[in-house]
């Protein structure tokens, strides 16, 4: 199984702040990598597919990057409600496999 | 709008089985693939099952593999995970989810908001 390894585990920043989330991959996955937010006690929420790809009515101040085995999620802005936590996503190869999170606080 | 609304969760013994349902809506359920994913308490997001649209292909996560099933009933607009062999370790909020794009199978897309399983004595 490929394994998804995010860092940090937790990040404190302020409202304004460029926030950048890192995931990589024990495995190249090419592009096949997606990022969700995830509020407490709510479904996750898909922001970026195909490692760069923004999903339909998400802002544009999130984008993601990185091919391979290395990847990036940026919130250039950090807004209130970005608060929550980060899950990337492989779906090069069955199963299916996430990191294990990244917790983002508003300071 | 897309709605997809589960059932079926509840508290059961360890060994014995339970069936979730997911009822769709919104969509055209026989054109798109069906994920199941799941959530112990406090814990991270686990991907569990995919069932192709047309019900031909099925995958599983390693854990899962011959005790859980997943299927759908395209006429009824309704996904199912039929859960055998359940463990304490399989207590989660389980979550189903349409894919992304249509007829091809890539992420989790829209969500349901979850039905909780606790498996306990």
């Known amino acids: 199984d490929i394994q998804m390894t995010q860092s940090p585990s937790t990040l404190s920043a302020s409202v304004g702040d460029r926030v950048t989330i890192t995931c990589r991959a024990s495995h190249s996955i090419s592009s096949w990598l997606a990022w969700y937010r995830q509020k407490p006690g709510k479904a996750p929420k898909l922001l970026i597919y195909?490692?760069?790809r923004l999903e339909s009515g998400v802002l544009s101040r999130f984008s993601g990057s990185g091919s391979g085995s290395e990847f990036t999620l940026t919130i250039s802005g950090l807004q209130p409600d970005d608060f929550g936590t980060y899950y990337c996503?492989?779906?090069?190869?069955?199963?299916?496999?996430f990191g294990q999170g990244t917790k983002v606080e508003i300071k | 709008q897309v709605q997809l609304v589960e059932s079926g969760g509840g508290v059961v013994q360890p060994g014995r089985s339970l069936r979730l349902s997911c009822a769709a809506s919104g969509f055209t359920f026989s054109n798109y693939a069906m994920h199941w994913v799941r959530q112990a308490p406090g814990k991270g997001l686990e991907w569990v099952a995919v069932?192709?649209?047309?019900?031909?292909?099925?995958y599983f996560t390693d854990s899962v593999k011959g005790r859980f099933t997943i299927s759908r009933d395209n006429l009824k607009n309704t996904l199912y995970l039929q859960m055998t062999s359940l463990r304490p370790e399989d207590t989660a909020v389980y979550y189903c989810a349409r894919d992304l794009e249509i007829v091809t199978v890539t992420v989790p897309h829209y969500w349901g908001q979850g039905t909780l399983v606790t498996v306990s004595s």
């Open positions: 069932i192709s649209y047309d019900g031909s292909n099925r």
């Open positions: 996503q492989q779906y090069k190869s069955y199963p299916w496999t």
């Open positions: 195909q490692a760069s």
